[in-house]
């Protein structure tokens, strides 16, 4: 594996005002990542990086993520054509997430159910029977 391009975070101080991208990468080395639309603003996706997956991400301009349920790359789109090209790439405030305007290929879907997006159900504010529900979202 390639060293990261990612220094040690410093004083929250630079971390939060500075210009150097330290992300912030949790216990199990990951960042959560953000995938939205670069034409519409549609929240697509929320996926994971660790530092591979994000050095590479940088280095290609396509989305590369780590899956948490193989323990792998993930390069998205190499088998479905969906590949997510970077258009923008935004850091939070602590630099523990990041969020990535992209342009989609292929159909343009992201969902490995066929969808558009992965938020197509809405969760009921209004509990029935002490449950909540879910409902589906426009397309």
Same mark, same amino acid.
């Given at each position: 594996? @390639?060293?990261?391009?990612?220094?040690?975070?410093?004083?929250?101080?630079? =971390?939060?005002?500075?210009?150097?991208? @330290?992300?912030?990468? !949790?216990? /199990?080395?990951? $960042?959560?990542?953000?995938? $939205?639309?670069? *034409?519409?603003?549609?929240?697509?996706?929320?996926?994971?990086? /660790?530092?591979?997956?994000? #050095?590479? @991400?940088?280095?290609? +301009?396509?989305?590369?993520?780590?899956?948490?349920? *193989?323990?792998?790359?993930?390069?998205?789109?190499?088998?479905?054509?969906? =590949?997510? #090209? $970077?258009?923008?790439? #935004?850091?939070?405030?602590?630099?523990?997430?990041?969020?990535?305007? =992209?342009?989609? +290929?292929? !159909?343009?879907?992201?969902?490995?159910?066929? #969808?558009?997006?992965?938020?197509?159900?809405?969760?009921?504010?209004?509990?029935?029977? +002490?449950?909540? @529900?879910? *409902?589906? $979202?426009?397309?």
């Amino acid at each position: 594996m @390639t060293t990261p391009p990612f220094p040690a975070p410093g004083p929250r101080a630079e =971390v939060e005002e500075g210009d150097a991208f @330290t992300p912030r990468f !949790d216990a /199990n080395g990951l $960042v959560s990542c953000i995938a $939205v639309d670069a *034409r519409d603003g549609q929240v697509l996706m929320l996926a994971h990086m /660790n530092a591979e997956s994000l #050095r590479r @991400t940088l280095e290609t +301009g396509e989305a590369w993520y780590w899956s948490r349920s *193989r323990g792998e790359l993930w390069h998205k789109g190499a088998t479905s054509g969906q =590949v997510q #090209r $970077v258009v923008e790439m #935004r850091v939070d405030c602590d630099q523990d997430a990041v969020l990535i305007r =992209v342009e989609v +290929g292929g !159909d343009g879907g992201c969902c490995h159910t066929g #969808r558009r997006a992965c938020f197509y159900r809405s969760v009921s504010l209004e509990p029935s029977d +002490g449950r909540a @529900t879910l *409902r589906p $979202v426009g397309a």
